[in-house]
Structures are given as C-alpha cells and as structure tokens.
T-cell receptor, first 116, second 109 residues
Framework: DSGVTQTPKHLITATGQRVTLRCSPR?????VYWYQQSLDQGLQFLIH???????AKGNILERFSAQQFPDLHSELNLSSLELGDSALYFC???????????????FGPGTRLTVL | QKEVEQDPGPLSVPEGAIVSLNCTYS??????FMWYRQYSRKGPELLMY????GNKEDGRFTAQVDKSSKYISLFIRDSQPSDSATYLC?????????FGQGTRLTINP
C-alpha cells in the first residue's frame, strides 16, 4: 500500500458526461501528479500540482481540468467524455516539487474509467 | 519520435532465467532513470533509480545506464513467478516523468 488513495475504483458513464476523480496524497506529500494509462498510449503525464499551485502540464486535454485543495487532496475533472477517454487514471504524490530525481512518486491504485 | 521507447513484449521466460528489459531515449539532457513495476490492477511502484552511467544493483535486480547510447536496461537474475508484472522505464524530464510503454513479463514455474 503506497499510502495514496483514489476514489472511486471504477466508474462507468456515458459519452458527453462529466466525472470527477479524487486523490488523497500520502501524509506529508505536497505534490500530486495525474496520469492516464491506456493500452495504446501507455502511461501519460497529465498535470502536476504542488501545494495548491499548478506546476506542469503534460498531454492534458482542454476538456480535462484539475485542482489541488488546501488540505492537499486533488480532483481531476473530465467533461464531455468520449469513448477514447476510457482508461486507467492514476494519481501519484511526492514530498517535494518534483524537480529532483529523489522526489520519488508514489502511485495510487488508480480509477478505471469506462465511457460507453 | 517518442521520447522513450520500450518494447511492450509480452515476454515469457521460465523460472530461474535471467531477464533483460530495455529502453532507449532520445533526449541526451535526461539524467535520472527509473524502473517501475506494475502488477495487474495496481499502480506502478518504484523498483530502482539511477543517475549516472554504469550499473546499480539491488538484490536480484541490476539497472544499467549507457548515456552514450541513450540506452537503459534492467536485469532480473534468478527470476521468480512473483516477478511477473509489467515493467516500465521512466526518465525524469523537465518537471515530469516520461514513461516507456511498459514490457509485460511472465515468469513460468
């Protein structure tokens, strides 16, 4: 158990809908990262928050947004869902800002999103 | 061209075999290299990380980096069925980790 929690574990929804995925980092970790994992694209970095502020963006679609709250938990909002958004969404956390290699990222168990 | 290339496999070997997993990368500015292991239906977990060219050993696992060739490897000695998982290489870029596709490995008893 990494100490990172994600809810829900599974989510099934329809195209055009909006969902919110939630992540609680390990105690003491200030950074939260979101990743999308699909069979054809592998594990893709979406976005990074550090202590409430956005630090880096990856291949995140405009239909997706995220935020990190004062209690350091984070939410990833996915809207106008398409079939191709079906994937595993992982959250990871680390102690510091993520610029150093020793900022090990600890991954949560993921949320499996299925868009029908 | 992808920043990190990894053969997705699948790779199936008998128990006790030596396993070699490899990745190539394109950006010579990358300096930190990691291997993650991901069991089915779980999140990735950090297995090893290295900085410089050369070898780093941790039990049955050896990570190797050749910066001149932009090539990284993970060797597993005396492989066990419990090593069956997907192995992902990851490279620390600017503000983000860039992952390889992952290689699915099965160790057959």
């Amino acid at each position: 158990d990494s100490g990172v929690t994600q809810t829900p574990k599974h989510l099934i929804t329809a195209t055009g809908q909006r969902v919110t995925l939630r992540c609680s980092p390990r105690s003491g970790d200030l950074s939260v990262y979101w990743y999308q994992q699909s069979l054809d694209q592998g594990l893709q970095f979406l976005i990074h928050y550090y202590n409430g502020e956005e630090r880096a963006k990856g291949n995140i679609l405009e239909r997706f947004s995220a935020q990190q709250f004062p209690d350091l938990h984070s939410e990833l909002n996915l809207s106008s869902l398409e079939l191709g958004d079906s994937a595993l969404y992982f959250c990871a956390s680390s102690v510091a800002s993520g610029q150093r290699s020793t900022d090990t990222q600890y991954f949560g168990p993921g949320t499996r999103l299925t868009v029908l | 061209q992808k920043e990190v290339e990894q053969d997705p496999g699948p790779l199936s070997v008998p128990e006790g075999a030596i396993v070699s997993l490899n990745c190539t990368y394109s950006n010579s500015a990358f300096q930190y290299f990691m291997w993650y292991r991901q069991y089915s239906r779980k999140g990735p977990e950090l297995l090893m990380y290295t900085y410089s060219s050369g070898n780093k050993e941790d039990g049955r696992f050896t990570a190797q980096v050749d910066k001149s060739s932009k090539y990284i490897s993970l060797f597993i000695r005396d492989s066990q069925p419990s090593d069956s998982a997907t192995y992902l290489c990851a490279i620390q870029g600017a503000q983000k980790l860039v992952f390889g596709q992952g290689t699915r490995l099965t160790i057959n008893p």
